[in-house]
């Protein structure tokens, strides 16, 4: 059984600009050390530079590992649900999205899918891959890899350089292994992209 591991990360912490700061930096590098053993292939990000300077701090652990742009990684809308299904706390967030838009958010996010959720052939080798993106993506990747209705990505957040795995096996749905796991990050530099309230 051949098995494509991904390992889905949200950039390091930004600043209001969008460049990573010296807590995003840091947490960034801590997330490359807990992949340092593992055999990754390659390392994909986002275009944005907060998502691209943070694929480029992790791989500092991972000497030899390729690091390259994917265009399907960047921030957007994946999916604009309508009114029915959006909960009420979201209402007022897609006000001004038009149709454009939102059939450009879906076309994105139908080739991430196409892109970095297929399942392999049984005669491809085993991969190990990284994708340093973006919140919504990785809740987008979530609710394909549970077959949720598309309107489930809404309210699935991500930590910034929280570690969210999946692994897509021949014959087999997909399997999530963690989500939003923050272990290798010490208590002061957890929870940051949520609202400031309190945490665990």
Partial sequence: MTTRHLYLARHGAADAFGQLTDA??????LLGE?????PIDAVWHSPLPRAEASAYELARHLPGVPVAGAAELTDHVPYLPDPAETPASWLGFFDGYDAAEAASGRRLA??????FARTPDRDEPDTHE????????????????????????????????????????????????????????????????????ARP
């Fill in 130 to 197: 990284v994708l340093v993106t973006h919140a919504y993506q990785i809740a987008w990747l979530i609710r394909h890899a549970m077959d949720a209705p598309p309107s489930r990505w809404l309210g699935l957040n991500s930590a910034n350089t929280a570690l969210t795995a999946i692994d897509y096996r021949t014959g087999l749905p997909p399997t999530i292994v963690m989500f939003n796991d923050m272990s290798h990050l010490p208590a002061h530099l957890r929870w940051t992209g949520f609202p400031a309230t």
């Fill in 110 to 115: 139908d080739a991430l899918v196409e892109r």
């Fill in 34 to 38: 807990r992949l340092a053993g593992l």
């Fill in 24 to 29: 995003g930096r840091k947490q960034a590098s």
